[in-house]
């Protein structure tokens, strides 16, 4: 059916602005999932007060406290969504499970089969885009990485951090999801460390009493703020932009940059007991973040952001700026090694810091090996 005249279309628009009415939005209907919580919350209310989106499809678990979404309570694993996303111009995936607590074959199990499934239904549903959530950790952090990494970038991770392996699944997924359904655009976003009430392995970073450093490490510093990432995925959902895309702040900070504005000293470690040590604290089951993770706190993942540049997107927050709400997010919570303390354990780790703590975690771990062989 063609595109009404549009000279109708303007006389139409008269006609309600003098009735007292306000035009008929001629957005897109949008479908989110995971919208209960997190950033799938603050996107959906997001575009429900958006003049440029028609109408907005939360899809959750469970109802989220956005009044002006139509909601459908389902698993996205659940093949009945194909009947809730009918109608749908685009559909914007973020129900992942990226939970540090999370048994690691359930985590996968939920995050892959649900990207599958939403892809699958947004074909069937005759949704035309589907914009994905991953991280710029799928660049991976390796000490040979340029500053900053283009978007076009080879994806050189592996799934030894958290997460990370069902990121690069999902990325894979999304490549061959055109391939596989003609017609279906999917577009990818890859944020930095994303800060806004957020608990990753990144996070927890700053919540010990010591920033660790790898000897010979270079570390380097990009974040992204939930209220950039919700714009990007707007311009995502509105078509201003598409592809692989990475978000985040303008440039990076240094490690030294970074302890000087935290106010937060290093304790520096060489690479082979650090890692050795993170990894037989994770294996026992002392900690919950893999030595994978320890990566990313040495070498750079800095991203340059120029697909979104180029097509007018602009952050709103710098690294120092969001730096400074992470800080005060974390106050008052003690990690040592990825893993949280209460407030009487931490009171004795806080004197040793964050990385004595782990070294010492780890003498006790050797010690209980001997005298098992003994």
């Known amino acids: 059916m063609s595109s009404p005249d549009p000279q109708v279309r303007a006389a139409r628009n008269h006609s309600e602005a003098s009735a007292g009415r306000e035009p008929a939005v001629r957005g897109p209907v949008v479908a989110v999932t995971g919208a209960a919580t997190g950033v799938g919350a603050l996107l959906t209310a997001r575009l429900a007060a958006s003049r440029e989106i028609r109408r907005v ?5 469970r109802r989220g406290e956005c009044e002006e979404a139509q909601w459908h309570i389902l698993d996205v694993r659940d093949p009945a969504i194909a009947d809730k996303l009918r109608g749908a111009d685009v559909v914007v995936h973020l129900a992942l499970d990226l939970d540090l607590g999370s048994d690691a074959a359930a985590r996968t199990a939920y995050n892959v089969r649900g990207t599958q499934t939403v892809l699958t239904a947004a074909a069937a549903a005759g949704v035309h885009r589907v914009v994905l959530c991953t991280s710029a950790m799928v660049y991976g952090a390796l000490p040979d990485n340029e500053l900053p990494l283009s978007e076009d970038a080879e994806l050189r991770a592996t799934a030894e951090a958290t997460g990370v392996g069902d990121l690069l699944e999902i990325e894979r997924l999304a490549r061959r999801a055109p391939r596989a359904h003609p017609g279906l655009n999917v577009t990818v976003v890859r944020p930095a460390v994303l800060v806004g009430g957020m608990d990753t392995a990144l996070t927890r970073y700053f919540e010990s009493p010591r920033l660790l450093v790898v000897a010979g490490s270079r570390p380097a ?3 992204c703020h939930v209220e950039d990432l919700c714009a990007a995925l ?5 078509e201003k932009v598409e592809g692989e895309l990475v978000v985040g702040c303008d440039g990076w900070l240094e490690q030294e940059e970074v ?3 935290s106010g937060i000293r290093r304790m520096e470690l060489p690479s082979a007991v650090a890692l050795g040590a993170a990894a037989r604290l994770h294996r026992i089951g002392l900690t919950p973040s893999p030595a994978g993770d320890l990566a990313y706190t040495m070498y750079p993942w800095v991203v340059s952001g120029s697909r979104l540049h ?9 690294n120092e700026d969001v730096l400074a709400e992470l800080l005060e997010e974390v106050s008052g919570r003690h990690t040592v090694a990825g893993r949280r303390l209460g407030r009487k354990d931490a009171t004795a780790a806080g004197a040793a810091g964050a990385t004595v703590a782990l070294l010492g975690a ?13």
Not at 57 to 61: K, R, T, W
Not at 310 to 317: H, I, M, S, V, Y
């Open 57 to 61: 499809v939360a899809i959750d678990e």
């Open 221 to 223: 510093w990009q974040f």
């Open 234 to 238: 707007e311009y995502a959902v509105l």
């Open 259 to 261: 302890e000087e504005l």
């Open 310 to 318: 180029d097509a007018g997107w602009r952050p709103r927050w710098t």
């Open 362 to 374: 780890a003498a006790v771990v050797r010690r209980a090996r001997k005298a098992r062989r003994r």
